[in-house]
């Protein structure tokens, strides 16, 4: 099955939950999140999540070093809303994003899992909506009537680490 036919049955899926009442199940994940040892087959995607209740799978484990609170990382993404639009990538701003780690720079779930991915690494994460842009959302700046991120939307986000300083 194709990559575009696997998001269509997928919001074909939630959309029939959604219609149906019943919640969408969620996946099963371990209680604390635990990455696979370097080298492992990452092929088996196996599913994590923060304490703060980030998800997320690495897609490739890096070698490199783990970010602390106030290191400096350079990251390239691509951040997806839950209807699959793209409402920002770096590939759009030419370069990656340069921030240091814990210091509220970046959305508080960017702080939480950055801690947990080194340097290399490759992964799909999905942010609460309260540990991405909550209830205020982000009002499109042409037009303040619309909004970039609906109010309380969860983000699926593809992260690479390209470097922990």
């Not at 199940?25 to 209680?31: A, D, E, F």
């Not at 309260?130 to 109010?151: C, F, H, N, Q, T």
Request: glycine share 10%.
């Amino acid at each position: 099955m194709g990559r575009n036919a696997r998001g269509l049955w997928l919001v074909f899926l939630l959309a029939a939950t959604a219609a149906s009442g019943q919640e969408a199940p969620k996946p099963v994940v371990p209680s604390a999140p635990t990455a696979p040892p370097t080298g492992s087959d990452t092929a088996r995607l196996v599913p994590q999540i923060t304490r703060s209740g980030v998800r997320f799978v690495f897609r490739e484990r890096g070698t490199g070093p783990l970010a602390r609170a106030g290191s400096r990382v350079a990251v390239r993404y691509t951040g997806f809303l839950p209807d699959g639009h793209i409402f920002d990538a770096t590939v759009a701003t030419g370069g990656p994003l340069r921030f240091r780690v814990g210091r509220g720079e970046v959305i508080p779930g960017w702080d939480e899992l950055l801690l947990l991915v080194p340097a290399g690494s490759r992964v799909k994460a999905w942010m609460p909506a309260a540990l991405a842009y909550g209830a205020k959302g982000v009002r499109d700046p042409d037009d303040e009537s619309r909004y970039l991120i609906p109010p309380n939307t969860e983000l699926v986000f593809e992260l690479e680490v390209l470097s922990v300083r």
